[in-house]
């Protein structure tokens, strides 16, 4: 090839490479030709395409490929077999920020479109869109007093982390060294319009705002349902919760931290002015698309500031169809023959993060009908919705679970969901509620669905109030399912399938899927969460068993012959059908020596 003689830059131009498409086959001539033909002129002050978003623009058929296009990405990895260089896909949430920017400034990199991306003590890894232009490559090298590693990148994405790593840089230094003054400001239903600094100039500073503003359109791009912002002696830490596990995304100065944990504060409505209490707060914004978001802030004292988490609740959520939960048309109809029911009480357990909440807001929203009224009460309130009548928990009034559900019974309600039971009070008082009519919903903190009635007698209430008030129990995990982009069939031993289904003798699936770790999922081989469930639909057979003395034992015995599949069985359901795998059910699943004698 021409053009790569060492010394010799040479950019590359929309025709090489449709010649170069054509001449391997992915294209034809005809196709081309056409795309020639239709490359956007560019006009004043309008910047330039990089060739290969000319042609991904086209959306050409990619014969090679059937059924495939030539989109950007495609092409920015044959333009890497192309020029013999390593292929990278930038993925933010593993770039060191902090430690890449300051290697060049940010005209360099805008010149000569490039991004550093990675370095150790001996090389700096560089990607560009031009793999033929080396002309920067022995300044920067001479410079760094490294050696340059390069690789090709999206042109696009090139283009998008440059601002926003610079911008954010810029922001950081800018902020570092300087004291923030807040105020108050909203109301519970605030919206933060991102961007916007509608504050008094000394309430925020704009380098704090941009960093706020990068920190939540961020969370909300990589899919994250946590933000962790952690003060540290030397630096402060931020990291994004994505599929049930942390990746670290930032580091910032100490000052930067606290600052950007006191402009949180500020739209949570919470007192910037008191650091030793743990306190809780809420901000409504939207995401780049114009989707509304809340994000419920909750804060904690810790050695070197405060610890500030925020938990994103994403309005699709409401929308969600059990299906889209990982119900199986089973659990769906075992979970609807309680929730059909006109009174009672059911109860969702599950660890911490385990998607109680998500499963009960999705049931109350179908509950939620023009005919019924339907009340809550919760600590705090998870998600707005307009169809439900929310009260939240307000412990320095003594508004608690207990006196919340008791104002509640006054306010002739059909249904109720009462946020947790944690204690005797508000256990009585829910059953109560069930006893005399109403329908409730609660959440419970134990392994599987028989511990709730062992929990519940622990707490002190009677077993004859369970035998008349309890309709079921449902436990609840959540498994992260396989990236469609990447898995690949793999076998499941006949040891690890017995540990799933024993002793149901359930038969192994002819094919299973193994997780390989690609782009799209950050190498873990896991992209989104589904739900494994173990409901206990109790009937008078199953409540015989519920005395002052209940043997555990006994009790999942029988449940499980009228029909109850544990935890474990939900999660190889998901195995064969391919949508996770043995390890990660076996990971967030509880195990039960013999489970039927």
Not at 71 to 83: P, R, S, V, Y
Request: hydrophobic share 40%; proline share 5%; net charge negative.
């Amino acid at each position: 090839m021409s053009f790569t003689t060492p010394g010799h830059d040479r950019v590359l131009e929309l025709g090489n490479i449709l010649n170069a498409l054509v001449e391997q086959g992915h294209i034809d001539q005809a196709m081309a030709e056409q795309c020639l033909a239709k490359r956007p002129l560019a006009g004043a002050g309008k910047q330039a395409l990089h060739p290969l978003e000319v042609i991904a623009e086209q959306q050409l058929d990619d014969l090679r490929r059937p059924g495939k296009k030539l989109d950007l990405e495609t092409l920015a990895q044959w333009l890497a077999d192309w020029a013999s260089q390593p292929y990278m896909r930038i993925d933010p949430l593993k770039i060191d920020v902090a430690a890449v920017t300051p290697l060049m400034s940010y005209a360099f990199a805008q010149r000569h479109k490039i991004l550093a991306v990675a370095q150790d003590h001996s090389s700096v890894t560089i990607v560009s869109s031009q793999p033929f232009v080396c002309s920067w490559e022995n300044d920067l090298a001479h410079v760094l007093r490294r050696d340059i590693r390069r690789m090709v990148a999206n042109p696009a994405d090139i283009r998008r982390f440059t601002t926003e790593f610079y911008r954010l840089a810029q922001s950081v230094s800018g902020a570092s060294g300087q004291e923030y003054s807040n105020v108050n400001t909203g109301n519970f239903e605030q919206l933060l319009r991102l961007g916007a600094s509608d504050q008094e100039p000394d309430a925020n500073d704009a380098h704090i705002v941009n960093i706020v503003d990068w920190l939540f359109q961020y969370a909300f791009q990589q899919r994250a349902s946590d933000i962790h912002i952690e003060p540290r002696r030397e630096q402060g830490k931020v990291r994004f919760r994505i599929d049930g596990v942390l990746h670290t995304v930032y580091q910032f100065p100490p000052q930067v931290t606290l600052a950007v944990i006191s402009r949180l504060k500020t739209l949570g409505r919470m007192n910037v002015a008191e650091k030793r209490k743990p306190q809780d707060g809420r901000i409504k914004t939207s995401t780049p698309e114009g989707q509304e978001i809340e994000l419920r802030l909750s804060t904690l004292p810790t050695a070197f500031g405060e610890k500030m988490v925020m938990r994103i609740f994403d309005p699709d959520v409401l929308l969600k169809s059990f299906d889209q939960l990982g119900f199986s048309a089973d659990d769906l109809a075992r979970w609807q023959t309680m929730t059909r029911q006109p009174n009672g009480i059911i109860l969702v357990t599950g660890p911490t993060g385990s998607g109680k909440t998500t499963t009960l807001y999705t049931t109350l929203k179908q509950l939620a009908t023009e005919e019924v009224n339907l009340c809550t009460i919760e600590d705090p309130i998870e998600m707005i919705e307009p169809a439900f009548n929310q009260m939240q928990v307000q412990h320095n009034i003594d508004l608690t679970f207990a006196s919340g559900v008791r104002a509640l019974m006054r306010q002739d309600p059909d249904i109720i969901m009462v946020g947790e039971i944690r204690d005797l009070e508000t256990a009585e008082m829910a059953i109560q509620a069930a006893l005399t009519g109403h329908l409730v919903l609660s959440t419970l903190h134990t392994n599987d669905a028989p511990g709730a009635i062992n929990r519940l007698l622990e707490l002190g209430v009677p077993y004859y109030l369970l035998r008349a008030s309890l309709l079921g129990v449902m436990a609840q995990r959540l498994v992260r399912t396989l990236c469609p982009h990447c898995k690949e069939p793999g076998e499941v031993s006949v040891e690890e399938w017995n540990t799933l289904t024993r002793p149901w003798n359930a038969t192994m699936p002819k094919q299973a899927y193994r997780a390989v770790g690609c782009i799209e999922c950050r190498e873990t081989g896991y992209h989104g969460r589904a739900g494994l469930y173990e409901i206990m639909v109790l009937n008078d057979r199953t409540k015989s068993l519920i005395t002052r003395e209940t043997d555990l034992g006994m009790l999942r015995k029988q449940a499980y012959r009228e029909g109850m599949h544990s935890l474990r069985l939900s999660g190889a359901q998901k195995v064969a059908a391919g949508l996770t795998t043995v390890a990660e059910v076996l990971r967030v699943t509880p195990h039960h020596e013999n489970p039927q004698g």
